[in-house]
């Protein structure tokens, strides 16, 4: 009860400050959003300067999105700390992150529609609403979102994506920056069919550190915001390469700024994980995959038979089965999925004269003194 008129009296001081915002943009003629333009009905497919859409619909042969909606949750407060992101702006200190971005971000764009949630996820309560906001939030209500992107720095809000993930089979993006600032990674996770975010866990809790002993208070995270540019770049390439269905989607994709090193791999999900909903999605998965038709690809030898062969020719193989038997080296141990293009021939031992050196027993003095008698 204390907690929800606490929130009450935040929202209405947020209301009054968003207020007194639009009040003194439109006595500065600011107008609808705040000099921004209006709403645009339909994308024109128009090549014109002054069409905000001409550059995007260039890239309208991939096929592109004719509506975009956005979900966001957080429940911090933008701070004058914050202002190296590049994003938020100094008159905006106070305000909630989403409200904040909101603002920015429908005065860019007008067309799309947001719906902002300032709460933490982690509580019981806003777990709840949390979780029908992904399954009903879609574009059209009631119908699941498409792709759900944390950008979140700390374990457990990872945590509790990751279980509403898997509980409601979700699709989602994780995505991170290290608290050096020099780091930093995006992973897809598709529940039963990729390792969760439980299947491996990270260091913070293998090591079993109380995450709250990391984050001291006055003792902050560094924060570049060139790393999180790359990073958050990097996750909505991805995020594109998704939805639009171009490229190839990376499953995990590194990004170490010291060496400028971009590691890739993809994960599958540990049998053994500790959340029950990712090894019931694993099951799923693994029934789906059965149920698909299988290909098989039927290779049909062809003899070649030449009915009219007057000068008696033969067709053989250069390469009898021994020799290809013999050229059948050692095969790697490889990952599931990868196959050796050719192995390497087996060395023949008799052709190869066998050389000996013979240790003299002669120190290097004794030698040195025979080339100079040479
Ligand atoms: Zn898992």
């Known amino acids: 009860m204390a907690e929800s008129v ?62 975009y909606e956005l979900l966001l949750f957080d429940y911090d407060k933008v701070e004058l700390a914050n202002m190296n992101r590049l994003f938020f702006q100094p008159h905006q200190a106070g305000l909630s992150k989403v409200q904040a971005a909101e603002h920015t971000l429908r005065n860019i764009n007008p067309d799309v529609l947001f719906e902002v949630h300032n709460y933490n996820i982690t509580t019981v309560e806003n777990f709840e609403h949390f979780m029908n906001r992904i399954s009903n939030g879609g574009l059209e209500e009631g119908k699941p979102v498409d792709l759900v992107l944390s950008c979140v720095d700390n374990f457990e ?11 409601l089979g979700q699709t989602w993006m994780e995505s991170g920056v290290s608290e050096n600032a020099v780091s930093g990674h995006i992973q897809l996770i598709i529940p039963g069919e990729s390792a969760c975010f439980a299947c491996a866990p990270p260091l913070v809790v293998a090591a079993n550190i109380d995450e709250k002993t990391l984050k001291r208070e006055g003792v902050c995270a560094a924060s570049l915001p ?4 790359v990073v958050a770049g990097i996750l909505v390439q991805n995020v594109l390469k998704f939805l639009l269905n171009f490229g190839t989607v990376s499953f995990y994709l590194g990004y170490n700024a010291m060496q400028d090193f971009f590691p ?43 009915d009219d062969n007057e000068w008696g020719i033969e067709l053989v193989s250069e390469v009898s089965e021994e020799e290809l038997k013999n050229s059948s080296g050692p095969i790697p141990d490889l990952p599931e999925g990868i196959t050796v293009a050719y192995t390497v021939p087996q060395k023949q031992e008799d052709s190869v004269p066998e050389v000996t050196v013979e240790d003299s027993g002669e120190s290097l003095e004794d030698l040195m003194a025979k080339m100079k008698n040479m």
């Open 157 to 167: 809000a990872r945590m509790t994506i990751n279980t509403a993930c898997n509980e």
């Open 264 to 306: 890739t791999m993809s994960m599958k999900p540990n049998p053994q994980c500790d959340d029950r909903n990712c090894r019931k999605q694993q099951e799923e998965y693994k029934k789906k995959v059965a149920a698909l038709p299988t290909q098989e690809v039927v290779q049909e030898e062809e003899e070649i038979i030449h």
């Open 6 to 67: 606490e929130r009450l009296q935040q929202r209405v001081e947020e209301l009054e400050r968003e207020l007194a915002q639009e009040r003194s943009r439109r006595a500065l003629g600011g107008g609808d959003g705040g000099g921004g333009r209006a709403r645009i009905e339909k994308m024109s497919p128009e090549v014109v300067d002054s069409n905000p859409y001409s550059r995007l619909m260039a890239l309208k042969r991939m096929g592109i999105v004719s509506d």
């Open 226 to 229: 060139t790393t999180m540019g």
